[in-house]
């Protein structure tokens, strides 16, 4: 798990449900009424928050070069139906995507998904390529070339693997 400092803007929100489910441990903060409330997930609402976590999951391997971790649905396919409107401020008349509804976490992550393309920050959010982790980060490497969610952790394992592999 990472030390990084979280996404930014909405792409937080993303972050932190994909985050929900530790991997290594299997702790999953969903289970709890607190992990729950957080990310305004209700108890009919749980099996659906865990098909979109593990969507995002795959999307994010996905923009760190890794192959899915397991048979997902695609997150094209649930973020379609997703509910979204143009909310445009009177004050200043700057304009966002909004969720039509702000209680469907799929229609919140829509307009997570949707304003991070505009803002262009979307692919700098991975998920670690350690098979044990898998923990969402937001890269903020110059190159865009982050392969872990921490160096000191994860990226030292796998140098470690490979240096151990290479004295067989």
Known sequence: MSGRSPAPGA?????ALVNTLDLESGADALDTPEGRTRLGVTEAGLP???????????????????????????LGDLLADAPLQVAVDPADGSATL???????????????????LVEGTWTRLKACEDD?????????????????CSM?????????????????
């Open 132 to 148: 044990t982790c898998h923990w969402a980060y937001y890269d903020r490497s110059p190159a865009g070339r982050g392969r872990w």
């Open 48 to 74: 659906s928050a865990r098909t979109l976590r593990e969507s995002l999951r795959a999307t994010l391997l996905a923009h760190a070069g890794h192959p899915p971790h397991r048979e997902v649905t695609p």
């Open 11 to 15: 792409l937080a929100l993303v972050e």
């Open 98 to 116: 909004a969720p039509v509804d702000a209680a469907p976490l799929v229609s919140r992550v829509a307009a997570a998904v949707a304003t991070s």
């Open 152 to 168: 000191q952790v994860c990226g030292a394992r796998a140098k470690m693997r490979r240096y151990r592999a290479k004295d067989r």
